[in-house]
Structures are given as structure tokens and as C-alpha cells.
């Protein structure tokens, strides 16, 4: 356990230089793919993650549909190359089924649902580039893709991880922290603080689970205004383009 | 037509909670009758059937020799699978894993080895190899709170199991070495969240009106699991509530552990 210590703890602060509450830096850009109905691109650190959005389109196999509302379909997937271990396997493993349910059911605490009935609205979720904190990354992808859409939504959403190394509880594990921290703790809340994905393994006792959700609250601050940003500045462009084309048309 | 029959169940049970009371006459944070038995399986090196309520799963454990992961090769192996067999209920269905019974084995695996409970660096063997323990749960009866009455069964056929004795990396199966060591108990209670109402330990016809439901693991000074499931959301304040409740119900889970190795 000392050794561990030493290795991510330095002089106080995380070996990336981090401090405790500080996030590595997220970027988030919407409209990335041109045959997908919605789309984003997230640069995580050093994950990288691409979405794609389909629908609301029909349901298949069609004894799926709901006649009270849509269907979700997420897939969470990596590609063979993302990580810095070994050469990854093709297709759907156990971890991924899992994620892409977890991601699913976060999902449908926001998406309305109920405006399309016996339809179905998939999310694919691609990681590139894997270096701890893909599922949040990669539902914060879902989120900026499902608006890229025009897919109405609730409330908009983040994830975001605490997690507990050499003792101290953090934000935001990067891979090493996340191997051989003591705990990891991956949450996705909307803005009003519900909690829509809530995971976690290691070991923390009461006190550093009421410390690290305050942490994710007040960073999931920092999140939502960058994905509103994102939403901004695609929407502006968009806007700006359909002006002009209207302003020759006025004159 | 099977909607219908689930909307009057589900509109039912809204209706009693409102008035504080639940459809079997439990408290809030009240387990169903529990009931545990072990050691009943000869062949295995572990074993344990456990019963909340209608729910019954059954544990086993064997070992195998391995070669250590990769990723971690100063540690042997646990490998946690489930099966949720057609017997059970009539929505579980012949065929591969479902996304539920993956989940299942994952977050019952999770609370195991985040609690680092089974000491499997002691697993290694002298010649690169390593023991690999297979931890496998079969859900017999499906009547609500299925990850509870999987984890009660899991710890219970590993405070059972016997560690076999090995020679030149070949399992001797009918001589051990005496229990396998286990340095804590690690159980799990699920929570359900019907319109803003938070139970303990949900029915079938409480799971179908749930919106979300939160499984916390605990150790004995630790929460070492947590999953939220469904599309419900939590409050902070109601996680945190959770957390409490979990380091408290967990004893009446522990009532039936405690004697086993006695």
C-alpha cells in the first residue's frame, strides 16, 4: 500500500500535477459525422471518443417497438487499438455490455421518450483512445450527439468520476491513478442534481462517499458549461449560415 | 395484455406506499424471510443456496489451475459467472449471457474483489502458474431481488469453501489444505425508488414498479460496490441516506454468515 502511495502522490499533488479537484481538459465538438442524424467528437484527457446517432426511426425487430415510447439502443465499444496494454478483441465483451446498459438506462432518465412512440433512437459510442473515465466520456459524447440531433431531452447531463488514491479523494482518475488507486466512482447527474448513472468499486467509507459526491457536483459545473458551449457554438454557426442565406433572399 | 396486468400491479403498489405499506406487510427497509443453507453440494469445493422471499440462488465454487492474467501476474484468478436459467421465470430464455445476468455477475464480482477479501496473491504457484477460482451462481427462482440473494450465496459458498491441496501444479480433489482464507465479509442490499419512496430488498411486483434501484456492497468498514440501475434518478441526499442503510441492514445479511465457519 506505501509503495503505492508514493507512486501517485508527489510532494502532495497527483503525479500528473493535478491537483485533487482539478479535471484534465475535455473538449467537446458536435456535428462530426455527416451520415449520422446527430454526432460528437470528445477529447478526454488523453480518451478519445466518437458518437453517432440514428433516429427516431423504426423499430427492428418490430416486436421491440413500445406503443408508449421510444426505444433506446446504446452500444458502448472499443476499438482493438485504444489501449496501451494488449491488442483488444473484436465485438462485445462483458465490460461493454454492461457499460452500454448502464449508459442506456442513464439515458432514458432524460431522453423524452414518450414523444416518439414505437420508435427506436440508437446511440453508438466508439472509444478511440482509452485512458480511464471512458463511460463518462463517452456519455458525455451521447448527450452532445442526442442535442446534435435535435433529439429533445429533459435536462442536459455530464459524467463525471471520483475515485480515492494514496488516501485522498479526487476527481477525474487517469489510468494510472485508476489501476492501482483504491477506489473509482463514476457518476452522471443533469444540472438540478439528479443522479442518472451511479457506479462504483474500491473502497470508501461513508464520509468519502458524501466527499466525493460533493466533488462531482461542484466539478459537474465545469462540464455542463463547456457542453453548453459545444451546443452554442454548432447552433451559432448553423444560425449564422441560414441568415445569411435568408438576408440575400430579403434583398 | 401482460402491460395491463403490470400497470394494475404497478398503480397497487403506488397506492399502498402512499399509505406507508407495502403489498406483504414488510417495513421500508425490511429484508423478506431469508433463509441459507451450505456445504450440500459434494463435489464442489464450496457451495450455498440462498432464499429471500420466492428468490433462490445457488452458488458453487471450484478450482482450476491457470496461468495468471497479464494484466495482474502477481495474483491468481476469480472468475464470477452466472446463469439465469429458463427454469426460474418465464422471462429468462435458453441462449447466451443477457446484459441482466452479465451485470448480475459483475456486480456481485465487484463487491468480492474491490474488498479484497479472497487473499488470491497467495494463489500464485511455484511455477508461473496459478490457481483460478470459479465462482458460479445459478438463479433458481426469480422472484425480486435477484443480486442480494446472488451475493448472500456467494459469500456463503466461499466462507464454505475448502482449499484443495496442490502438487506439481495438478489439484489433489479429494485433500485440502483446510478453509480458504477470507479476510472480510462483503454482502450487498438493493434498493428500489418508487415515486420517491426508497425500499429495502424490492419484490417482483415492487421491481416492476421501480423506476431505479441502487445496490451498494459493503465490508465491515467500507462500501466497496455500488450500482445504479434502471432510468429513475437519485437524489444526493438519498445515495447518501442509502449508504447509511447499508452499513445497517447489513447485519441482518450477516446473521446468516456468521455461524458458517463456526
Redesign the interface.
Known sequence: MDEKKVELLKDGKRISGRAFDELREVKIKLGVLDEADGSSYIEWGNNKVIVGVYGPKEVIPRHMENPSKAILKCNYSMVTFCSK??HGKMGPN??S??L???IR??L??IVETNLFPRTQIEIYMVVLEADAGTRIASFLGAVAALLDAGIPIKDIAVGIAAGKVGGKVVVDLDKDEDNFGE?D?PVAL?RT??????????????EE??EA?GLI?EKSEVLLSKLREAVEEKYSKEVVKELKFSNKIIK | MEDVHKKIRKSYVEFLLEKNERMDGRDFFEFREISLEYGMIGTAEGSAIAKIGKTTVIAGVKFEISEPF??DPEKGILITNAEFLPLASESFDLGP?T??S??FS?VID?GI????IIPLEKFLLDDGKALALFLDLYVLDYGGNLIDTGSLAAMAALLNTKLPKVEDSVILRDEYQGPLELRDIVVTTTFAKIKDRLILDPSLEEEDAAD?F?TIGT?S????????????????EE??EL??KA?EKRKDLLKYLNNIRD
Open positions: 496494454e494488449e462483458r465490460r455490455v454492461e452500454s446498459k448502464v438506462e442513464a432514458e432518465g477506489a466512482f443533469t442534481g439528479d443522479i442518472l448513472l451511479l457506479q462504483m468499486d474500491g473502497k470508501l467509507t461513508k462517499v458524501e459526491l457536483f | 497479464p494484466s449471457p446484459e441482466k452479465i451485470e459483475r465487484r474483489r474491490h474488498g479484497e431505479c441502487l465490508s468498514n467500507y462500501m466497496v460496490s455500488a450500482q445504479k440501475t434502471g432510468s429513475g434518478t437519485f437524489k444526493k445515495v447518501l449508504v447509511d452499513f
